[in-house]
């Protein structure tokens, strides 16, 4: 959202931001305020741009029609893809699949961060991921646990990250560089930090018998 044409020239003035970057916003939210007026005065044209910069992340944008819009009219709609689920018939198979899309988001010439978890489900995932992975070059990829539970003594890392290291990180010879563990000493800046990695490109969970996922 910007106010105004050159108006970052004014340096602030006439403008009263009521949120800062990384505040979460609910529709009705005051987001800032401003004297039209002032700006105009200026010399500055007091037009409000706001541009949607990431449209591929969405099947569709669709902007509103009205000549003029009011409060609490909507100025645009977003649509996301709907989630894609796929039946496999036996756990191998399901376990082939999910190394297919592994894959192929990790043999992607760009960075890539993959967002996993230990427990029985992957298990055979990481088998068969290891021996497709070891002594190639995945420099690109980068990994991280989706959850985490107590330290285990005599472990510098959680439950999860060292189930991690034992079922594939360390015998598919991953780059120490390459992993970024979740700890009791980071979680409290953990969503700032991958925010500014560039977030997931898949996050991979297990589903218990029970019902549960990860550790929760």
């Given at each position: 959202?910007?106010?105004?044409i ?10 009263s931001?009521?949120v ?5 916003v609910?529709?009705?939210?005051l ?8 700006i ?5 044209y ?7 910069s990431n ?5 569709r944008?669709t ?9 609490n009219?909507e ?16 756990y ?10 592994l ?19 992957p298990?055979?995932i990481y088998?068969?991921l290891?021996e497709?992975v ?5 420099s ?6 989706f ?14 990250m060292t ?6 990180l ?9 992993i ?6 980071n979680y409290?800046t ?27």
């Amino acid at each position: 959202v910007h106010v105004g044409i050159d108006t970052v020239s004014l340096d602030g003035e006439h403008f009263s931001s009521l949120v800062t970057n990384g505040d979460k916003v609910n529709a009705g939210d005051l987001l800032l305020e401003y004297d039209y007026n002032a700006i105009e005065k200026a010399g500055y044209y007091p037009k409000t741009i706001v541009v949607v910069s990431n449209t591929n992340d969405y099947k569709r944008v669709t902007v509103s029609s009205a000549k003029q819009l009011y409060n609490n009219n909507e100025m645009f709609t977003v649509e996301v893809e709907k989630m894609k689920l796929i039946i496999t018939k036996d756990y191998e198979e399901m376990s082939q699949v999910a190394v297919e899309y592994l894959l192929g988001a990790m043999n992607q010439d760009k960075l890539v961060n993959l967002c996993i978890t230990a427990g029985k489900t992957p298990e055979r995932i990481y088998e068969i991921l290891t021996e497709k992975v070891k002594g190639r070059d995945f420099s690109n990829v980068h990994y991280y646990n989706f959850d985490e539970s107590h330290v285990l003594e005599g472990s510098d890392y959680g439950v999860t990250m060292t189930e991690l290291k034992k079922l594939y990180l360390d015998k598919a010879n991953v780059n120490p560089e390459n992993i970024h563990p979740m700890t009791m000493e980071n979680y409290e800046t953990w969503d700032a930090y991958v925010d500014s990695v560039g977030r997931f490109d898949i996050i991979m969970m297990g589903l218990g018998g029970d019902g549960h996922f990860c550790a929760n």
